[in-house]
């Protein structure tokens, strides 16, 4: 991948404006096409003078659940939510910018986990729809995006939104994005070390206002939430399910039912015999982590922001509030994990998966990543009421691209 490298070589150039470029609004709509979910950011930037680089406005979000990947046998179908979010940017985009306003479609680890095939008919049907559309429609508008760009996009939107990537002193924050079906961790390395020891398409360089970034960067496919679940249920990679029982000691013991994921129907119970709880759960859990992460020691020390499951999760068992978010440490995901697990019929209707996800956070944490007990995570949702998400990165590199940015 060495184009990789220079991928972000140019990120907004200095001064290639025109000099009589007046201020100016103009918008960028991304979608994300994720495995639980299909999203639409419509970001507005106003460039105020040629010299300086256009600023962000605002966005405009909205979602729809299941994923694209829940329509595998019915792209026709999967495209039509789409269709849907785009009229959304249809009342929000003047009409006279229509035409100059691309509109772009990546999907993350829900359409990489499906065939080649299925894959491609959700995205042809995608496209049709863009093309259809108003908007501006770039070359390769609606894509499969490479895990390791997840990782970079998000952690340039944060850092973008916290203003680290301006101006001296720079104090970049790590980032940790816990999806559906992947997972994605990402942070500048401080020591040389650190460099020395990380295998090297765990790291990527590119230079963007004037610094050059070599970031560590990593998604694990199959160990998002939805995906750990099946994992721990062993019920992953398994090509004919139907009528199989997957039973958990991390599910309500009398519980069973059914759900849905990627398209493949599951039944699921708890286990009627046999030990329950978060003793039992964490041995369960444990194993689909232990091993199959690489542990950089320097994040041991070092605090991240936590988004996407992680945020949700914390929001559900009242660890942060929705709106404001909050400073957690790995062991408060811990200690609720075992508050859950060990008073199970509590949960039983209203989330049967809350002991199995709390639990899987915190053994991705520590076992997984390596992260200590208190390793603090700053849990955001938003900063400035911009979603913390991989698509402002995106849609950045994007308008560069197109040299709407000027
Ligand atoms: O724009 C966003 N802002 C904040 N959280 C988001 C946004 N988009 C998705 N999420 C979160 O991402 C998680 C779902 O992951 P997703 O469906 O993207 O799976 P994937 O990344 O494995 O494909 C949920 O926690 C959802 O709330
Ligand atoms: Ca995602």
Known sequence: HSNRETWFQYFFPPNVCPVNAKANTFYGIMFDAGSTGTRIHIYTFVQKSPENLPELEGEIFESVKPGLSAYADQPEKGAETVKRLLDVAIQAVPPHLWKKTPVVLKATAG?????????????????????????????DSVSIMDGSYEGILAWITVNFLTGQLSGQNQHTVGTLDLGGASTQITFLPRFEETLKETPGDFLT????????????????????????????????????VDGQMFRSSCLPKQ?????HFGGV?????????GETGFKSCYLEVRKVVKGKLHQPDEIRGSSFYAFSYYYDRAVDTNLIDYEQGGVL?????ERKAKEVCDNMEMYNSASPFLCMDLTYITALLKEGFGFRDNTLLQLTKKVNNIETSWTLGATFHLLQSLGITC
Do not use: C
């Not at 990489?112 to 559309?133: D, G, I, N, P, Y």
């Not at 129907?265 to 015999?273: I, Q, T, V």
């Not at 440490?329 to 995901?333: A, G, Q, S």
């Open 111 to 139: 359409l990489r986990l499906l065939s080649e095939e299925k894959a491609q008919a959700l995205l042809l049907e995608v496209r049709e729809v863009f093309e259809e559309s108003p908007f501006l429609v770039p070359e």
């Open 329 to 333: 440490e790995v062991k408060d995901f």
């Open 205 to 240: 360089s590119f230079e963007m206002f004037n610094s050059t970034y070599k970031l560590y960067t990593h998604s694990y496919l199959g160990f998002g939430l939805k995906a750990a679940r099946l994992a721990a249920l062993g019920a992953l990679n398994i090509e004919a």
């Open 265 to 273: 129907k599951y039944r699921y119970g708890g286990k009627k015999e």
């Open 255 to 259: 519980l069973e039912a059914e759900w």
